[in-house]
Nanobody
């Protein structure tokens, strides 16, 4: 059974930092592309960071502020978020996508609220 369990979301002030974690079980972590998405109320789910093989990519809205990293020994992917803005408020989801087979799995989401 595949599980992705996110943690780390909380209320933070503008300009602050958070680190989200997502621990995977039931998959061969090394052959999955790992990514983070977010969804704000009334908005579409959007990609905020992807880690594929040895490379990473980010949309312009978070580039320079967010960093995705993985620890293969712990089957965990992280999202370090710095200089947070109110518009970063959303539910953040972890995604695992099989690099060759196409299977995709989602975590349950963790709420990040940026507010003073």
């Amino acid at each position: 059974q595949v599980q992705l369990v996110e943690s780390g979301g909380e209320l933070v002030q503008p300009g602050g930092s958070l680190r989200l974690s997502c621990t995977a079980s039931g998959i061969n972590f090394g052959i999955y592309d790992m990514s983070w998405y977010r969804q704000a109320p009334g908005q579409r789910r959007e990609l905020v960071a992807i880690h594929t093989g040895g490379s990473t990519d980010y949309p312009e809205s978070v580039k320079g502020r967010f960093t995705i990293s993985t620890d293969n020994a712990k089957n965990t992917v992280y999202l370090q978020m710095n200089s947070l803005k109110s518009e970063d408020t959303a539910v953040y989801y972890c995604n695992a996508h099989h690099r060759y087979g196409g299977a995709t799995y989602w975590g349950q989401g963790t709420q990040v609220t940026v507010s003073s």
